[in-house]
């Protein structure tokens, strides 16, 4: 089973805080893997390393690209998503006054190619391209269900909507890793079954998903492996079942109450 | 209904080929006609940064300027022709454009506008200043109007553009121009980026957007837009000088867009129409509403205000105005709606 | 209506120029007035249009267009500054109406107000920029024995023209320069320049711009004990210069066309005229403007309303015997529609302009 | 104590509240829940004042308060924790508390209250000198809740207290919900975490887009079948 | 003449910061970049005057009914124009700006006449105009000594205000979040009247002691203040108001000794050229505080 991700003593400080401090996992190709731990833990800013929009103040970050194993700490956010890695944000971070298809045309910027010239000349190439990317664009919609809503303004969405979008968005970029930060967070049970559903066939698609999630449930029913994180330190990792059991993350994050949700 | 659209669109395009025609048209008009063209360049150009990236540009003035000294200089001077001005003007812009950007890149907001406040103030320091080049406050009289010459195949003819009619029709082809450029762009994906940038930054990067290279674009290019319009204008006006292009120009072509709906292109164009036509209407009509002339900007800045007051978006409140329109999107919508029916 | 004859008057009348705008209006009311109550011109009534241009080049393009446009206007007293002259004119020579500036002072005009017969559009009751700094340095060297002289000029085009003719015959009169300062429009605290002048121990301080400006600076200099004479050109020729600069003011001189106290009647009666009327005294802004439309009328009087006569009527005044008489003194246009007038050198003493004690022979 | 009747409220075109009629007893924790954009937050800003309902009446104590302004209306005793927040994130934590008790006069009252809190939330008292925009969420949340408190309001409305929250922190903020409320502080508390809001509450109302679909003691909504089956992933 | 230069700098550094202070405050409050603000200033100098002029009122008197009635007119201001604009986009307040600034400057225009006018100097203490003190080779004058201590007690007392009083509070939280403030029952339309109040009424000081210390007036005085003070508050970090006293005297002392040392028509924009430099160092200003993006 091959590595995709590796992440090698990575910290992070902001000032006087350790947000990150040495913290190391591997993320297998093909499975799903759970990031979890208390608010302020430093879920969010592992992803931020990893989507290359922090720098590590110390430690690599292994990415699994087609030539080979590359430490990528430190490359810009473009690069990342160039490279394979696409993520969506904790609090949604939608293009609020464009369409909903334009969203997802923009996910797609970094497999177009056409630029300045192409754009005022309307060049063949440029018009292919363009009609492509709504094709494609589409597609995606289509496959988060939301085929029908491609001309609404994205702002108009409902809630589950929008982080559905930015799922699509993240699609878009044909990722071979991608990051979902608390994508339930603020639905209500149907909605986060459905989103289930759709995390399952985004596995099917050969992707890679490393999740963040504080709905225990969700987690442990799709995470076969999970890395607990508390106050930028790695406090335990391994299948659903022990982490449940585990007394440190109990006492630091689930409590007596849920480990038995 | 799209058929009517056309029609429309055909009789406003020959009201406008006609408008040096019409009675009612005289130099003055026609003048009044040219220099909004002149600000609808400007106009249109500004908003690629304030209108399409959010980056509140306080300092556009700047390479009106510089594309109007370029011209001023060089066919004054040294006798070159506006066609090949034109050009050259635009590359230097552009260029301008990308220094003033380059260290500016990590900024945002208010500290953004301030830095191209001060670069403008640098420019103007420098069009007073540097007296060897640009005669600076004495200013630069007698730069030759436009010409149309086949000299240069060796055939004696040459049409000299004494009169505002060539330069309106000149500057309809200019704006024209333009304005089709803007459309493309903003419907394609480097408009799209960019739109993406406005929104937030930080999610345009994680798509995959490289901020720094589309910001770049985005400076060159609205800086070349303005060395256009300022190298149309030297030759158009025939005399420069530093006052021209004083601070409240960039304010002026602010306005503008705000006015017209920031981010709009159709907007840009209405916004200086606006705003320029004001002046001149308010300099007609105030004295046959028996005010004095020392009353003109007072009236300009309050109808200011209203215009906000009750249109607090501009007249054209929306962004991708143009990506509504187009060809793809309309099939498209077309479709889903088949699809939605069957 | 044909019972009137229309004069366009454009200036600034908005904007930070507005003051003096207001200046010219002032003159071009006195002698419209003055000419109407007396039953106008062969039976009509003058009729002066006033046009805000804010000193603005571009507005004044505008304008220009707007005037050259309209036949009811037969001339044109303006524009007030330079840049606006000069970007209007080519409105004004392309359609042939003559435009008398009462204030545009820079040189480049000359060469730019002429057709293509060589005819000149452009005139201007108003000395040259190169005329008065080139008499000033002869009047301060001749006349006043002065050796060192620091120049502060404002760094427009009637500030540089002034500066340079100063330098240049200053220079060629062995009249030491110690330090050349420039300020912009508009600016009020000068002592930066001022500390650095103070440094070269100037014998004289030389103002090549307008009073608004020179008052601070005759004041602040006061305020860090510069205390040498100061010579300034009709820039600084504003009652409201001593008002401003307070008892700084004491020791100023400068060049005028005309000295009140040995002005004919014409020019006492003006002067009491326009202080009773706008209650303020009156400036060289204002004299030059009545005179400007005072020689434009005279044309309408003598041709008709006719913009090519009066233009040829204008520039048939070309010496000193055919010179307009007017409360300025006597104005006579050279080939390029340039004024030649003689000098005289007036200073404050007192808080109050008096001649100064020595004039130069012309 | 608190009432709404007939109450619709607009987002420009977009009708969010068509109709919402509500009590909300003495003493009572209440629980609204439904989902997404079926209008509980505005609900909640209709009550508060921030958005003004069109039509319609919410009236406290016997006072019709539709029309006051947001700040009358905190000054009557109704203090809001709102979604997402709202920490002003430059303030210091102690200073956000006190913004709480803006509108109170009695000095040494308002310093017992802070002490309180910090019992409520130790965690809060070894922050205190910190920027709220520095918190971790959890952290956030009980500053919010604890700011509200300062305000020693008649009715506190809660806007999903439990969003985005560890939990153990969830459990946490429920006992904290249940001791205010032994207190004497009447409790609208807004879910999406129907199954623990049910539990603690007293009564329930379900909201979907924007209308009142049913309503009832709690015990029997967590009875109800469509409740089990939308709302809490049962069945 | 280094002192001198210096100190001259300073003087008018310190001239900037009370103009910038006054519109850092609305900008730290609702984000507006309020371009009147300078025109506020000018008709604080012009009321001082035309109540000494007018109604004979004394010096100090004079200042504060002029501080007053500014405080009146930035309300004012406020309630027509910025208000029915605050939830609309932010450039629609700033054109709304700019459209009031023109207002203000042509109806003192119409008022005041257009041409500058004198301070009224009788009204004016000898002890002002007289050397109060020699510092090394410097002059200083009893009314720079009056400015100096005049400004920064204002700055003091602004500071505790913003900082230590309730009203200071509400103002930084309302800055933060508005509907948040609301909340709390802080009436957000009165915290913000009561800035324009202080800021209008600052700037009012301001326009008088200019108007005192050059004895000029204009309508167009606060066309350039406004320009400067608006670099100074972003200078010093926007919505700062120690940052604006700062960039305020730095862009003071830039400038003068710019002018002083290196090259007096390059005046202006020596003092840009260093705001400009500053900002590329410090992208928040001197002492803004960079609001880190959180993803
Ligand atoms: N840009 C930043 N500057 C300073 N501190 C930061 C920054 N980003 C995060 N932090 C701090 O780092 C710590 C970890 O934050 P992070 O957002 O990674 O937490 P998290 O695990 O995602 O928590 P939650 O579950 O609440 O989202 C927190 O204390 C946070 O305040
Ligand atoms: N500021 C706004 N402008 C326009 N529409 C809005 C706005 N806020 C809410 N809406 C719309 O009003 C409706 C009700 O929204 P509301 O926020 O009250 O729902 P909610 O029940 O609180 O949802 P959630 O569980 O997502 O918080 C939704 O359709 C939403 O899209
Ligand atoms: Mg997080
Ligand atoms: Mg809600």
Same mark, same amino acid.
């Given at each position: ?5 590796k ?5 992070k400080?902001?000032g006087g805080?350790?947000a990150l401090?040495d913290?190391?996992?591997e ?11 208390p ?32 430490? $990528?700490? @430190? ?44 754009? $005022? ?12 990317l709504?094709e494609?664009s589409?597609?995606?919609l289509?496959f988060? @269900? ?5 001309l ?28 979902l ?29 490393v ?11 799709i ?8 106050? @930028? ?8 079942r022990?982490?449940?059991e585990?007394?440190e ?13 | ?6 029609a ?14 019409l009675?009612?048209?005289s130099? *003055?008009?026609?003048?009044v006609?040219v220099l909004?063209?002149? *600000? ?21 003035v700047?390479? *009106?300027?510089?594309?109007? *000294? ?20 635009i ?13 500016t ?5 208010d ?12 420019v103007?320091l420098?069009?007073?200043n ?5 005669r ?19 055939i ?27 459309c ?11 739109l ?9 990067a ?73 002046g ?8 046959k ?31 991708a ?18 699809e939605?029916?069957? | 209506a ?8 454009p ?8 003051g ?5 209006k ?14 106008g ?9 006033y046009?805000? /241009? ?35 004119l ?6 042939g ?5 009462p204030?545009?002072t ?9 057709d ?17 700094? =080139?008499?000033l ?5 001749k006349?006043?024995?002065l050796?060192?002289?620091?120049v502060?000029? /404002? ?32 600016? =009020? ?5 001022? =500390?650095?002048l103070?440094?070269a121990a100037?014998?004289?301080?030389f ?11 005759a004041?602040?200099a006061?305020k ?11 820039g ?18 400068l ?6 106290e ?17 209650k303020r ?17 005279e ?10 006569k ?16 007017g ?23 007192g ?12 | 104590m608190?009432?709404?009747t ?8 977009? &009708? ?6 509500l ?18 937050t505005t609900? !909640?800003?209709?009550i508060?004042?921030?958005t003004?309902?069109r ?13 006051l ?13 709102? +979604? ?10 102690r200073?956000?508390?006190l913004?709480g ?23 809060l ?5 910190? &920027?709220?925009?520095t918190l ?21 409305l809660?806007?999903?207290?439990s969003l ?10 429920? +006992? ?8 004497g ?5 807004? +879910?999406?975490?129907?199954q623990?809001a049910?539990?603690?509450? &007293?009564?329930?109302?379900?909201l ?10 709690a015990?029997?909504? !967590? ?13 | ?24 405050m609305v ?19 012009f ?14 008197? %004079? ?17 027509i124009?910025?208000?029915p604009l ?7 307040a700033?054109?709304t ?22 301070? #009224?100097?009788? %009204?004016?203490?000898? %002890? ?6 020699t510092?090394?080779?410097?002059n ?8 100096? %201590?005049?400004?920064?007690?204002m700055?003091?007392?602004?500071t505790?205000?913003?900082?230590? #009083?309730r009203?200071?509070?509400a103002m930084r ?48 005085m ?40 290196v ?6 924009g020596?003092?840009?050229a ?6 590329l ?5 001197l ?7 959180k993803?």
């Amino acid at each position: 089973m091959d590595t995709i991700l590796k992440i090698d003593g990575v910290s992070k400080r902001f000032g006087g805080l350790m947000a990150l401090a040495d913290v190391s996992f591997e993320v297998k190709k093909g499975r799903i893997l759970g990031l979890i731990g208390p608010n302020g833990a430093g879920k969010t800013t592992m992803f931020n390393c990893i989507a290359g929009i922090y720098k590590p103040t110390e430690g690599r970050i292994v990415f699994d690209k087609e030539t080979g194993p590359v430490d $990528v700490g @430190g490359s810009r956010p473009e690069q990342m998503t160039q490279m394979g890695v696409a993520r969506t944000f904790q609090n949604i971070r939608l293009f609020g006054s464009l369409p909903v298809l334009d969203n997802v045309r923009i996910g797609r910027h970094c497999r177009a190619a056409q630029g300045f010239w192409g754009a $005022v000349l309307r060049t063949k190439g440029q018009k292919a391209e363009e009609r492509m990317l709504v094709e494609q664009s589409m597609e995606y919609l289509d496959f988060v @269900g939301l085929k029908n809503k491609a001309l609404d303004l994205s702002s108009s969405l409902s809630y589950g909507d929008q982080r559905r979008l930015e799922i699509a968005r993240a699609l878009a970029s044909q990722p071979k890793l991608l990051l979902l930060d608390e994508p339930a967070a603020g639905m209500n049970p149907q909605e986060t079954a459905s989103l289930v559903d759709l995390i399952h066939a985004i596995m099917r698609k050969d992707i890679t998903v490393v999740l963040i999630e504080h709905d225990m449930k969700l987690v442990m029913s799709i995470c076969e492996h999970l890395v607990v994180l508390d106050h @930028g330190v790695k406090i335990a990792e391994g299948g659903p079942r022990d982490i449940r059991e585990n007394p440190e993350v109990i006492e630091a994050y689930l409590g007596r109450g849920a480990a038995h949700a | 209904m799209t058929g009517n659209k056309t029609a429309l669109k055909l009789l406003g395009l020959a009201a406008l080929l006609a408008f040096p025609v019409l009675p009612f048209s005289s130099e *003055y008009v026609m003048h009044v006609a040219v220099l909004i063209m002149v *600000y609808a360049v400007l106009a249109m150009g500004l908003n690629v940064l304030p209108g399409f990236c959010n980056l509140l540009d306080l300092g556009y003035v700047g390479f *009106y300027g510089i594309g109007a *000294y370029t011209a001023g200089i060089l066919a004054l001077n040294h006798n070159v022709s506006f066609w090949l001005i034109v050009p050259g003007a635009i590359a230097l812009g552009a260029l301008c454009g990308m220094l003033r950007g380059a260290p500016t890149l990590r900024l945002s907001g208010d500290y953004f506008a301030i830095v191209t406040f001060g670069f403008t103030e640098l420019v103007v320091l420098f069009l007073t200043n540097e007296i060897w080049l640009t005669r600076g406050p004495l200013g630069l009289p007698g730069i030759p109007p436009i010409a149309l010459s086949l000299e240069f195949l060796g055939i004696d003819w040459r049409y000299d553009f004494l009169s505002e009619i060539p330069y309106y029709y000149l500057g309809l082809a200019m704006v024209g121009a333009v304005y089709v450029v803007m459309c493309r762009i903003e419907d394609s994906r480097l408009g799209r980026a960019w739109l993406a940038i406005k929104e937030d930054p930080l999610a345009a990067a994680s798509c995959g957007i490289n901020l720094m290279a589309y910001k770049t674009v985005a400076f060159a290019f609205s800086a070349g837009v303005g060395a256009l319009a300022g190298c149309f204008m030297a030759q158009w006006s025939m005399f420069l000088a530093p006052d021209v292009f004083k601070f409240w120009e960039s304010f002026l072509v602010l306005c503008m867009i705000v006015l017209g709906g920031l981010g709009n292109i159709n907007g840009a164009i209405v916004g200086a129409v606006v705003l320029i036509a004001l002046g001149e209407v308010l300099r007609v009509l105030l004295p046959k509403l028996g005010l004095p002339a020392e009353t003109r900007f007072l009236v300009y800045g309050l109808i200011m205000i209203l215009i906000m007051r009750f249109k607090p978006g501009g007249f054209f409140p929306t962004i991708a105005a143009t990506s509504k329109k187009s060809r793809l999107i309309l099939d498209l919508k077309a479709r889903l709606q088949a699809e939605r029916a069957g | 209506a044909a019972d009137v004859i229309k004069i366009a008057v454009p200036s600034p009348f908005t904007g930070s120029a507005a003051g003096y705008g207001d200046n010219v209006k002032a003159g071009v009311v006195m002698k419209v007035e003055e000419v109407n109550a007396k039953g106008g011109v062969n039976g009509k009534k003058i009729e002066a249009v006033y046009f805000d /241009e804010q000193c603005d080049p571009k507005e004044a393009a505008t304008v220009g267009t707007k005037i050259a446009g309209d036949k009811d206007l037969v001339a044109i007293v303006g524009h007030l500054c330079s840049g606006a002259h000069l970007a209007a004119l080519p409105n004004y020579v392309r359609v042939g109406v003559a435009a008398l500036s009462p204030t545009a002072t820079n040189v480049t005009i000359s060469d730019k107000g002429k057709d293509a017969k060589g005819q000149p559009w452009s005139f201007r009751n108003v000395y040259l920029d190169d005329f008065q700094g =080139t008499f000033l340095a002869d009047y301060m060297l001749k006349e006043l024995n002065l050796k060192k002289v620091a120049v502060f000029y /404002e760094n427009n085009d009637y500030g540089i023209g002034l500066k340079d003719a100063f330098v240049k015959q200053a220079k060629a009169n062995g009249l030491q320069v110690v330090g050349e300062e420039a300020y912009m429009k508009g600016a =009020t605290d000068f002592t930066p320049q001022l =500390t650095k002048l103070k440094g070269a121990a100037p014998e004289a301080l030389f103002i090549a711009g307008y009073y608004a400006e020179g008052a601070l600076i005759a004041d602040q200099a006061k305020k860090l004990g510069i205390n040498v004479p100061k010579f300034g050109a009709d820039g600084l020729d504003n009652a409201d210069y001593i008002k401003l600069a307070g008892p700084a003011a004491d020791d100023t001189y400068l060049t005028t066309p005309f000295l009140a106290e040995t002005a004919g009647p014409d020019a006492k009666a003006f002067i009491d005229a326009y202080k009773a009327k706008f209650k303020r005294d009156v400036d060289w802004m204002s004299a030059n403007a009545y005179d400007a439309a005072g020689m434009i009328i005279e044309a309408i009087s003598k041709v008709g309303p006719d913009r090519a006569k009066i233009r040829e009527y204008l520039a048939a005044i070309n010496t000193k015997e055919k010179a307009f008489k007017g409360i300025t003194g006597l104005t006579y246009f050279n080939d390029k529609g340039d004024c030649v007038k003689p000098a005289y050198v007036k200073m404050v003493k007192g808080g109050q302009f008096v001649p100064a004690p020595k004039q130069m022979s012309n | 104590m608190l009432s709404l009747t007939g109450v619709n409220t607009y987002y420009g075109s977009i &009708h969010a509240l068509k109709g919402v009629t509500l009590t909300v007893n003495q003493g009572e924790i209440v629980t609204l829940i439904g989902a997404n954009g079926a209008g509980k937050t505005t609900t !909640l800003m209709s009550i508060s004042g921030v958005t003004v309902p069109r039509q319609g009446t919410v009236e406290f104590l016997g006072e019709d308060i539709t029309k006051l302004s947001t700040e009358k209306i905190v000054a009557r005793g109704i203090t809001q924790v709102p +979604e997402g927040r709202m920490i002003f994130p430059r303030l210091t934590v102690r200073e956000n508390l006190l913004m709480g008790a803006y509108l109170r006069n009695d000095k040494d009252n308002v310093k017992a209250d802070e002490e309180h809190v910090y019992e409520l939330f130790p965690k809060l008292l070894e922050r205190s000198k910190q &920027h709220g925009g520095t918190l971790s969420g959890g952290e956030q949340q009980m500053l919010a809740i604890g700011r509200a408190l300062m305000a020693r309001p008649k009715v506190l409305l809660l806007d999903e207290p439990s969003l985005g929250l560890a939990p153990i922190v969830v459990e946490n903020i429920f +006992e904290i919900i249940q001791r205010i409320n032994r207190d004497g502080v009447t409790i609208l508390l807004v +879910e999406q975490n129907a199954q623990m809001a049910l539990q603690v509450a &007293h009564r329930g109302y379900v909201l979907e887009t924007g209308q009142v679909t049913l309503e009832g003691p709690a015990k029997d909504l !967590l009875e109800d079948p469509k409740v089990r089956s939308a709302y809490l992933g049962l069945d | 003449m280094f002192e001198q230069q210096l100190f001259n700098g300073l003087t008018l550094g310190l001239i900037y910061a009370l103009i910038a202070v006054g519109y850092t405050m609305v900008y730290g409050v609702i984000e507006l970049i309020n371009f009147a603000h300078g025109e506020v200033y000018m008709l604080g100098a012009f009321l001082c005057i035309t109540f000494i002029q007018a109604l004979g009122v004394p010096l100090f008197p %004079a200042m504060v009914l002029a501080m007053a009635c500014c405080a009146g007119i930035g309300v004012l201001i406020d309630q027509i124009a910025y208000k029915p604009l605050r939830k609309a986009p932010r450039l629609a307040a700033l054109i709304t700006a700019i459209g009031v600034s023109i207002f203000l400057q042509n109806i003192a225009m119409i008022i005041w006449g257009s041409r500058p006018v004198p301070f #009224t100097r009788s %009204a004016v203490p000898a %002890a002002f105009s007289e050397t109060a003190f020699t510092l090394g080779s410097v002059n200083v004058s009893g009314l720079q000594v009056f400015i100096y %201590a005049l400004t920064i007690a204002m700055m003091i007392g602004l500071t505790l205000i913003i900082n230590k #009083t309730r009203i200071g509070t509400a103002m930084r939280a309302l800055a933060q979040n508005a509907t948040a403030a609301a909340l709390m029952g802080i009436n957000v339309n009165r915290v913000i009247s009561f800035t324009f109040a202080l800021g209008s009424g600052l700037g009012a000081v301001a326009g008088i002691l200019v108007g005192m210390y050059y004895n000029t007036l204009s309508a167009t005085m606060g066309y350039n203040a406004g320009v400067k003070a608006f670099a100074a508050a972003v200078l010093g970090g926007i919505g700062s108001v120690p940052g604006a006293m700062l960039g305020g005297v730095v862009l003071g002392v830039a400038e003068t000794l710019g002018a002083g040392y290196v090259s007096s028509q390059y005046r202006d924009g020596l003092g840009y050229a260093v705001m400009i430099a500053v900002i590329l160092l410090r992208p928040s200003g001197l002492l803004g505080k960079s609001v880190g993006q959180k993803a």
